[in-house]
């Protein structure tokens, strides 16, 4: 016997047992339980966790960012050449020096398109 079905074996046991305390428990007690039970389960918080709340802004705002970024790929597949180095660079955390520049990188790409 696997221990995969010693265990449903031994959940078995355990569920009968149960339900056989069950049904030899007076209606009072039985009562008494019960309404424990309603009381525990009223006292749960019927709200969402914050962190889901927070975890379903930020999906959304990564999507958004996602979308955005292949709009305006123009025309260029994920597979281009230029498609993953902008990606890294833009998920860079170092300090981007050349954005100084940007009008003579901007210039230097229109001469290369050109030629």
């Known amino acids: ?41 009223r006292s749960l918080p019927q709200s969402r966790p914050r962190w889901l709340a927070v975890g379903g802004w930020s999906a959304a705002a990564v999507s958004l960012l996602l979308v955005m970024v292949l709009w305006n790929t123009d025309g260029q597949s994920p597979d281009s050449p230029g498609f993953i180095e902008d990606l890294e660079l833009l998920s860079t955390n170092e300090d981007i020096e050349f954005i100084e520049d940007l009008d003579f990188y901007l210039w230097l790409d229109d001469e290369q398109q050109v030629v």
Do not use: G
């Open 1 to 41: 016997m696997s221990q995969i079905d010693q265990e449903k074996a031994f959940v078995s046991r355990l569920k009968q047992s149960l339900d056989q305390r069950l049904d030899e428990l007076d209606d009072e007690t039985a009562t008494q339980l019960y309404a424990a039970r309603q009381k525990a389960l």
